[in-house]
């Protein structure tokens, strides 16, 4: 069973769950938040709007909230566990 695609969102990039999947997956290394989104726009190939950009902001504060993601000198990266 898929529980990414298990929602109420229509579209896959509307499911912050799964925008967050994407993202998580695009930290190799840490980068700021600018050079994430055109590389998750780079990768899917969708045009980041203003309604977009929010879905990813709120996919970045959900990883952050559950200990996913870490800020460190104004770069994102992923937390070492």
């Known amino acids: ?5 298990i929602n109420k969102f229509q579209a896959k990039y509307e499911n912050p769950i799964y925008v967050g999947k994407l993202l998580h997956g695009l ?3 840490p980068m700021i938040i600018d050079s ?4 998750f726009e780079k990768t899917t190939g969708e045009v980041i ?3 977009y950009e929010q879905i990813l902001l709120l996919s970045l504060c959900f990883m952050y ?3 996913m993601i870490e ?7 992923r ?3």
């Not at 069973?1 to 695609?5: E, W």
């Not at 994430?36 to 590389?39: A, D, I, N, P, R």
């Not at 800020?71 to 990266?77: E, Q, S």
């Open 36 to 39: 994430l989104f055109q590389k």
């Open 65 to 67: 909230s559950i200990g």
């Open 71 to 77: 800020n460190v000198d104004n770069k994102i990266r």
């Open 49 to 51: 709007s203003w309604e």
């Open 1 to 5: 069973m898929d529980i990414y695609k």
């Open 79 to 81: 937390c070492e566990k």
């Open 27 to 29: 930290l190799n290394k």
